[in-house]
Each structure stands twice: as C-alpha cells, then as structure tokens.
C-alpha cells in the first residue's frame, strides 16, 4: 500500500520568503503526482500535476518536482505572499490507479 | 466549463440515519471518485466510479455505497451513520479511469453526526 507523507507538517514565513514543501511516497511505481491547495472548510484546488516522465513543472510561483527513484517531490514557492495561507497536499494514485493516496498536508501561514 | 458540484454543502444528522450526498461532475468526465476527510487528515478514498460501475474501494464497510448516472453524475449513500462519519466528503472527477489525468474536485459536504 502506498504511503505518503509531507513534512513539515506547519510552517510560518514572513512574507517575501521562499519556501519548500516536501512530499515523500513509499512506492516509486506510479503514473503522476498531484499537488494541491485546500482553504480551511473548502475543497482540494490542483496547484501542479507532474507525470511520471517529467522532473518538473512550473506555474506562476509555483514549481514542483519529482524523483521517482527516491520517492520524493517538492514544491516551492517563490516570493510568499499572505493569499499563499492554506494547506498543502500532495497525492500519487495506487498501483491500479483508481484510487490517490494523499498526505496529511502542510499548513503553511505567511505573515505579511 | 463547468465545475464539480456538490450538494448540500452542509448537512446534519443522527446516529443511525441515513444520508445521501450529490455530486455533478465536471463536463465531459466519465470517472467519479469520492473520498473522506476527517480533521486534520489527509483525503481518504472510498471508492471509484467509471461509466456507472464501481471501480474500486477502499478501507469503507458496505454502509458506504454508491452510484453513477448515465450523466455521470453520481451519488454517496451512507447508511446507520456513526460519529465518526463526521467528516467533509469530496468528490473529483476525472478524465481517465487509470489516474493518468488531474483529479478536479469539489467543494466539499461537511456531514456532522449527532
């Protein structure tokens, strides 16, 4: 079974700073990897998907990447900003893929 | 384009009551899947639907049962609710069946028990 985990589990910066999100998963053999935002009380918004065969993807501030063969994926965040406040997942689907296993997220708060 | 859906955003009942959870997913999606989040936690997947069959489940007893329309919209039953069904429930839905494509997801039913 796959297991994912993120760490730091909360984070506070200052505004401005730039910050790096981890995500680690146990089982290397998967199609993609997913990484959202949740507000609190609200649903899961798609920040990034990165495919197996990629190494990174970028969007705005946001850039992702991936290591398969480590089972690891970071996600940074250039230039905080206050509205970047929010829980950050990631998640990878099983082996069948049907399903996706998520983290348990990282809070993060950036202080203006 | 239109968004997922879910209706109602919030919901509460009893122990032992049944409830029904509504999901419309995004235009052209043939794959539903719906999870669980408790507090605190990360999303936890209940099962899959793939043109109107159940494409796997997880970790959920029986009480939690589904369906797909021809629409693919699709539908959460929960029967004989427990406390610790409370919980927001999130739909997605997606293009691909194999987790190839994004997972878009909706707002969210926070369902609490009594």
């Known amino acids: 079974k796959q297991e994912v985990t993120q760490i730091p589990a909360a984070l506070s910066v200052p505004e401005g700073e730039n910050l790096v999100l981890n995500c680690s998963f146990t089982?290397?053999?998967?199609?993609?990897l997913q990484w959202f935002r949740q507000d609190p009380g609200k649903g899961l918004t798609s920040l990034l998907l990165i495919q197996s065969s990629q190494r990174e993807q970028t969007s705005g501030r946001l850039n992702a990447s991936l290591d398969k063969s480590s089972g690891r994926s970071t996600l940074y965040i250039a230039a905080s900003q206050p509205g970047d406040s929010a829980t950050y997942l990631c998640?990878?689907?099983?082996?069948?893929?049907?399903?996706?296993?998520f983290g348990t997220g990282t809070s993060l708060t950036v202080i203006p | 384009e239109t968004g997922v859906t879910q209706s109602p955003t919030h919901l509460i009942k009893t122990r032992g009551q049944q409830v029904t959870l509504r999901c419309s997913s995004q235009s052209g999606h043939n794959t539903v899947s719906w999870y669980q989040q408790a507090l605190g936690q990360g999303p936890q997947f209940i099962f899959q639907y793939y043109r109107e069959e159940e494409n796997g489940r997880g970790n959920f007893p029986p009480r939690f049962s589904g369906l797909q329309f021809p629409n693919y919209s699709s539908e959460l039953n929960v029967n004989a609710l427990e406390l610790d069904d409370s919980a927001l429930y999130l739909c997605a839905s997606s293009l691909f069946m194999t987790g190839e494509g994004t997972q878009y997801f909706g707002p969210g039913t926070r369902l609490l028990v009594l």
């Open positions: 089982d290397s053999a998967i199609y993609n």
């Open positions: 998640a990878v689907p099983g082996s069948t893929g049907n399903q996706f296993y």
